[in-house]
């Protein structure tokens, strides 16, 4: 048993693995639960839109369908949102998630992963999440190209601050 609160749940998508590493090494840090985005279809061929990525064609729905998940986001006090940054602000599924669930009042610390060109992310995830209380602001470098291992430790000690200014109402 640990002293973090029970009600801490982290969200997040994850194309590549990168935000994946981090979301789960946060979430067995604090002893949170996990909940991950999966858009629907994410390999048919017609879904909308074509975005570059270097030389990865990716497909890109701007509200892409989700498979349905059975945890209720709004019973947790402390939520972790983790996202790529995808055109320059966070990734699509998030953009479904934030019409599917109503935040009022909780804490959040949300955290990013991209390769250098952050736009407009933090200030689009801080318009989405009015009316909560942000603990916690994060951003990592390329994680899988990168010191994973010092990335994680980062994070996770990042993570357990973050638990605990929360707790402490700050
Ligand atoms: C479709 C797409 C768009 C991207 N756009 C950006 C961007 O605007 N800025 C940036 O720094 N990185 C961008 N990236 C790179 C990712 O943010 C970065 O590799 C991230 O760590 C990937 O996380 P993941 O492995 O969890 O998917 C983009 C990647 C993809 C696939």
């Known amino acids: 048993m640990n002293d973090y609160p029970k009600r801490t749940l982290v969200v997040f998508y994850s194309y590549e693995d990168s935000t994946r590493t981090i979301a789960e090494s946060i979430a067995e840090a604090v002893g949170a639960d996990l909940l991950e985005l999966v858009p629907r279809d994410s ?13 990865m064609s990716v497909q890109m ?7 349905e998940y059975n945890i209720a986001p709004e019973d947790y006090d402390l939520i972790f949102l983790g ?22 009042g909780k804490n959040i610390a949300f955290f990013y992963t991209h390769e250098g060109l952050r736009g407009v992310t933090a200030e689009s995830l801080r318009k989405e999440l009015i ?11 390329d ?9 994680v430790e980062t ?5 357990r601050e973050v ?4 707790r402490a109402g700050v």
Do not use: C
């Open 61 to 67: 729905d701007s509200e892409p369908d989700l498979e």
């Open 163 to 166: 638990v605990y200014l929360s």
């Open 155 to 159: 994070a996770t000690s990042w993570a």
């Open 131 to 141: 009316g909560n209380n942000i603990v916690g602001h994060a951003d990592f470098y």
């Open 83 to 104: 996202t790529p940054i995808w055109a320059m602000t966070f990734a699509p599924p998030f953009k479904t998630f934030f019409s599917q669930v109503q935040f009022e």
């Open 43 to 55: 390999n048919n061929p017609n879904r909308p839109m074509n975005y570059l990525w270097e030389d």
């Open 143 to 151: 994680p899988l190209n990168s010191d994973i291992e010092k990335i």
